[in-house]
């Protein structure tokens, strides 16, 4: 039973391009959340997706965007990157139910460096 | 910014003693969760107590949760090298997860 993958697992850029990464949920879960975590940090939520759409968003601004597949694996977008975009960024699937405790399976993130 | 604080920032034992951390948050939660993550790694979920839960009990880990101070600990006994970890306590609020700045505890044999 594969758990939560993410692709790449490394990833560098230069200020002002544009970067997608990737996300595959475990095998029965339904929603994908999205989590920026700078060196020293804990994470941050970016937002979460549920049927497609972006159900939850944290405090980031709109260079960042995402996507939902019918297959439930999601795709985070940033654009315009800056140097403090450097961070792994890490993707989480759950299963929407009507139990609202629902812990939260990690993949191994994406560790994106800007030049 | 992070959402909530954790104590200590590191904490350093020997295997066998018990580590104890906390975790405050700031709003109204779900459940509080808590997280462990080996060096850059992703994490990996440890235990789920739920609003009207005030303690848990999960192998070797002891939740205890008080949301009128809004208020959590994490208890790890007969700690192990393989215990070496950042902890990470997440207030859940309609599936956000919101995290503290973790404890890095360093257990050595």
């Known amino acids: 039973d594969a758990g939560v993958t993410q692709s790449p697992t490394h990833l560098i850029k230069t200020r002002g391009q544009q970067v997608t990464l990737r996300c595959s949920p475990k095998?029965?879960?339904?929603?994908v959340s999205w989590y920026q975590q700078a060196l020293g940090q804990g994470p941050q939520f970016i937002f979460q997706y549920y049927e497609e759409e972006e159900r939850q968003r944290g405090n980031f601004p709109d260079r960042f965007s995402g996507h939902q597949f019918p297959n439930y694996s999601s795709e985070l977008n940033v654009n315009a990157l800056l140097l403090g975009d450097s961070a792994l960024y890490l993707c989480?699937?759950?299963?929407?139910?009507?139990?609202?405790?629902?812990?939260?399976?990690f993949g191994d993130g994406t560790r994106l460096s800007i030049l | 910014s992070q959402q909530g604080e954790e104590d200590p920032q590191a904490l350093s034992i020997q295997e066998g003693e018990n580590a104890t951390m906390n975790c405050s948050y700031k709003t109204s939660i779900n459940n509080l969760q808590w997280y462990r993550q080996n060096s850059g790694r992703g994490l990996v979920h440890l235990i789920l107590i739920r609003s009207n839960e005030r303690e848990k009990h999960s192998g070797r880990l002891r939740v205890t949760l008080d949301t009128s101070k809004k208020s959590s600990s994490l208890l790890i006994t007969a700690s192990r090298a393989a215990d070496t970890a950042s902890y990470f306590c997440?207030?859940?609020?309609?599936?956000?997860?919101?995290f503290g700045a973790g404890t890095q505890v360093v257990v050595t044999p």
């Open positions: 095998s029965g879960h339904d929603t």
């Open positions: 989480a699937s759950s299963l929407r139910t009507g139990d609202r405790n629902q812990p939260q399976h």
């Open positions: 997440a207030s859940d609020s309609w599936g956000k997860l919101q």
